[in-house]
């Protein structure tokens, strides 16, 4: 994996998308084991940012699913924060089979070129492999929650239904329906019917790649399951309002989105 810092330095320098100011939060290390880990799957090294409580045994598991820019520093603080809660949290790098998302100096090459070479399968398996990583590094297999962002929200939805472990899930502005592909045969609609696990879904009012009438189809068709399932859609905001390095940040819904995914995953018994 790169350098987090040069990651996000190289964003700020191609994409345009950073535009942080004083505002990115960074949360330090005291009292954490943080960095990088890998695991090694189908022959392939897959690393990732891990960050946990020094020292201590049978934590609630929290993995964290990155945005298309893949695991740069906003993403590694998510983790962190999560560590200073109590978690291991565990960032997977899913796209170093297919490059550096850093690399690229627009969204529509950055999708090109490796989000849309990207199978679900592959990132299923990372995630298993990470999951059994995690029970044998300090944490505690009954107790493992869902966090992603954009691309990841989506992630959230379908691991949540494939994955019995998985005791609770939030999905931040993740993609609810889509065209379906040989590398994405479903999407979060087509799980819906047989979803156990409750999802928090954290979207924008204002989104325009993810209409508010699509979280409607998903809460109903989830409503007709018995799914604990919960949405909450801030009028104000658009896509990526809990991105701190980007001008799509709304500090206001960031705050109030991380404090019902920390409580979200608390009362699903992910403590």
Sequence with gaps: ???LKNDVDSLAGTTGLLDAGNRMIKT????????????????QKVPAYRAQPEGKTNLPVILVISEIFGVHEHIADIARRF??????????????????PAAYPTIAEL???IISKVPDEQVFGDLDAYVAWAG???????????NGFCWGGRIVWLYSARNPKIKAGAAWYGRIVGEKSALQPQHPIDIAPTLKTPVLG???GKDGGIPVATVEQMKEALAKTGNKSEFVVFPNSGHAFNADYRPSYVEADAK??????VEWFKSHGVV
């Design 1 to 3: 994996m790169n350098d």
């Design 136 to 146: 044998q590094n300090g944490g505690n297999p009954d107790k493992i929650g869902i």
């Design 111 to 113: 999708n090109k070129e």
């Design 256 to 261: 109030e989105g991380w404090k019902r995914a």
């Design 202 to 204: 954290l979207y924008g």
């Design 83 to 100: 560590a200073k809660l109590g978690y291991l949290a565990i960032a997977p790098d899913f796209f170093v089979r297919q490059g550096n």
């Design 28 to 43: 330090d290390t005291v009292g954490l084991t943080a960095g990088e880990v890998s695991v090694t799957v189908n022959g």
